[in-house]
């Protein structure tokens, strides 16, 4: 589940193999239009984005099983060597040709306006592009009363049918108003429900109710991204929203060494999602990816690392990426600069004009 400020025991990582294969789209008509991919994960640190394995943590008892296997994996002498060994794709590929924001050691800072600094007030903030601390202000299943970017483009004539989401976190379907927003919402435990599922669907199908999770409303984001891979490759949508959530949830078990594993392999999933776009042609050269997190967590005393919210320091703290269609190619931003979480819905609107 999501915590606010709770820390509870540290369960097992369930381990599981998938036999990739190769499907062919349902349709292959171009819409003429610009295509988005918005991107979360859940609570990952600016710290850990921008200067790799934190040398606080790495080595803590506490938080670390095996210290000697943790450090041969991540552990280098600069953050830029750091950085780069756990999110090769981000600090080989996408500083290359976008943009990322929120190296505080810089002065490029990325913060959230809303005041609770947890899950469902940021992602509301990430979706709606305002925070709303009177209604959004716990993590319950409520449906949410705001109308997001993907309802709004879900609504409209453009890109009616060509919206879909998927999340870890089994409140998105609320977060994002599924009844009311018509936008397709598979997440939490959700198997894949349409007719013409693809094999690798029919398998996770069968997989995922055999493969324990840690947490009782978070799947593992293996399951998350392969749903959202073979839904792009059969519908072909122009708008997608994934949301990937371990990183958020072994953070507050405690567990830094899946912490650390799960954000490099999310780097990973980021690398298939853009190679399997720019390989085709309905989305190459016409697809902006933008990448962001609901909130940050803590630094000092070290503890809080596994913590946000209103009374955590630093929990305001995010990170914002950009690359693909239309991005301007300056890298990582090393000049003093103040952005806020809302001008994520504010670009999407500025690239589908």
Known sequence: MKYINSLPPVPALVL???LAGLVQPVHAQDSGQEKIFLITLDGLRWQELFTGADPKLITHPQYVSDTTSLKKKYWRATPE?????????VWNN??????????RRYGSKVNLTNSMLFSYPGYNEILTGQADDQRINSNDKIPNPNVTILEELNQSAEYRGSVAAFGSWDVFP???NEQRSGVPVNAGFEKAADENLTEIERFLNRMQPHTPSPWGSVRLDMFTHNYALEYIKRNQPDIVYIAYG?????????DYDAYLNSAHSTDAFLRELW?????NPYYKNRTTFILTTDHGRGTTPV???????????????VWLMLYGAGIEPTGEMKTEEQLYTPVVV?????ILE
Not at 307 to 317: P, T
């Open 16 to 18: 599981i193999v998938l």
């Open 81 to 89: 060597a750091r950085r780069r060994v756990l999110m090769p794709f």
């Open 94 to 103: 996408v500083v290359e040709m976008g943009q990322i924001h929120g190296n």
């Open 174 to 176: 609320y977060i994002i």
């Open 246 to 254: 371990e990183t958020d949830d072994f953070a507050h078990d405690g």
């Open 275 to 279: 190679e399997y776009t720019q390989s």
């Open 303 to 317: 503890d809080t690392w596994r913590s946000h919210g209103s009374d955590i320091e630093g929990a305001d703290q």
């Open 346 to 350: 504010d670009k999407i609107r500025s």
